[in-house]
């Protein structure tokens, strides 16, 4: 083996396929497992194929050589990740970077190996263990930071700016290979080796912490708009609570005058005038009586909204079972709970259908609260969330977001699903000891 001489292009390869299964073992795939294990071992293949028969081009050749390697490996992923273009283009930027660093780190150790022993065997060893710590390190390193992984989303301009990085990355840790009379460039054959294993470390670094810089950036947003979602419902509580304090008062105020009237009053007119009224008055009675005044509160106000868009909403609750939970997280999951189903059963054609119920009720020793609306418009369920029906994605779903927050928050779990045309919320909650 040459002593710092060009690094196996069979290493490179390696080293491209490696990175890129890192990112298929971490990130959610749109294919099935036969079907990713045969298009691993054909990119395997091809990607050597392809740098092994390149391997001799001229200088002017070796960039879209280059270039063309890095578009096989994106192609890989494309076909691999379920994830939008934006999302596969990063981690193909990625892959680049740590597939160059493996590489470099791996041939810089073999050459150190060299002082020692020229046997293949211990070459063979070294690949086998610097790869594996390497993707491993990797692995572990991307795998840690997946629950946040749904925050990560780039705009264009984001990802151009990664894009700028990738490219300077590789062209300081790679200058020096095509031309030593740069400014950057190095002209001991050890210290080009050493700049690129540590550019390229770097560059690893620099992508690791942007993408977990967008993660926190975005989740905060998200947090942001949620505890908004939150303020809302609770401040719609307050007002219906007002409303509803004000309309008690008066329906029994007018209940006291109306009987007053009925016994001084005895002619017909008047008998029939004091009737309406009272029919009048029925419409404010309060309907729900299920132990929790919140409970009450929220019903009554949501019940409104129903009358209007002409949905029947029944409910059979024991409020007396959510006595633990605070007024504003009881106004984020009802609130927003039974605002999405009025949202959705108003769209219902055949008014007969407008149809909505909701229950609470003692399951053992946990609290089931399920909701339950007629649709027509049949929403898509991925990773047990609703996907909005609306074009403008990004600024709608936080209404399920905000629930889902509030019972993690009990410990508990929200399952959503579709049966025929039933859209069903069932919310468990662990009842405190």
């Known amino acids: 083996m040459e002593l710092y001489g060009d690094i196996p292009r069979l290493f490179t390869s390696i080293a491209e396929w490696l990175a890129c299964m890192t990112c298929c073992f971490i990130l959610k795939r749109k294919i099935t497992n036969r079907q990713f294990a045969v298009l691993s071992v054909l990119f395997l293949v091809v990607q050597s194929l392809f740098l092994e028969l390149t391997k001799s081009v001229d200088k002017p050749l070796w960039l879209p050589v280059m270039l063309l390697a890095f578009f096989f490996m994106g192609l890989f992923l494309w076909l691999c990740l379920d994830a939008e273009i934006r999302i596969v283009i990063f981690y193909t930027l990625g892959s680049i970077i740590m597939a160059e660093f493996a590489a470099s780190l791996e041939w810089q150790l073999a050459n150190s190996l060299l002082s020692f022993t020229d046997s293949m065997a211990a070459q063979g060893i070294l690949l086998v263990v610097t790869y594996g710590?390497?993707?491993?390190?990797?692995?572990y390193m991307e795998n840690s930071g997946r629950e946040i992984l749904e925050y990560f989303d780039l705009k264009t301009g984001e990802l151009v700016g990664v894009a700028a990085l990738t490219a300077m990355i590789f062209a300081v840790s790679n200058i020096s290979f095509v031309s030593k009379n740069t400014p950057l460039s190095a002209t001991i054959e050890a210290d080009i080796f050493y700049i690129r294993t540590l550019v390229d470390l770097t560059g690893v670094i620099l992508l690791y912490a942007y993408k977990g810089r967008i993660c926190e950036m975005n989740a905060q947003k998200e947090l942001n708009t949620i505890n908004s979602v939150l303020k809302e419902q609770y401040d719609k509580y307050r007002g219906y609570q007002s409303?509803?304090?004000?309309?008690?008062?008066?329906?029994?105020?007018?209940?006291?005058?109306?009987?007053?009237?009925?016994?001084?009053?005895?002619?017909?007119?008047?008998?029939?005038?004091?009737?309406?009224?009272?029919e009048e008055l029925e419409n404010f009675k309060p309907e729900m009586q299920t132990g929790n005044t919140v409970l009450d509160t929220l019903i009554a106000g949501k019940q409104l909204e129903c009358r209007k868009a002409g949905i029947k909403l029944t409910c059979v609750a024991d409020g007396a079972l959510l006595d633990f939970i605070h007024v504003a997280d009881l106004c984020s999951i009802f609130g927003n709970a039974m605002d999405n189903a009025i949202e959705a059963t108003s769209f219902v054609h055949d008014e007969k259908k407008r149809l909505i119920h909701m229950s609470v009720s003692s399951q053992r020793n946990f609290v089931l609260i399920r909701f339950a609306n007629y649709i027509e418009e049949v929403p898509e369920i991925n990773d047990n969330f609703p996907q909005t029906t609306k074009q403008d994605k990004?600024?709608?779903?936080?209404?399920?977001?905000?629930?889902?927050?509030?019972?993690?928050?009990y410990k508990g779990h929200a399952q959503y699903e579709l049966k025929e045309n039933w859209f069903e919320l069932s919310i468990l909650l662990p009842r405190p000891e």
């Open 394 to 409: 990004q600024n709608h779903g936080f209404g399920i977001k905000s629930i889902n927050y509030t019972v993690e928050k």
């Open 133 to 139: 710590v390497v993707f491993l390190v990797l692995f």
């Open 243 to 278: 409303g509803f304090d004000m309309i008690n008062i008066k329906y029994h105020d007018l209940k006291h005058q109306i009987a007053g009237l009925r016994a001084e009053m005895t002619e017909e007119k008047r008998e029939e005038w004091i009737s309406r009224m009272e």
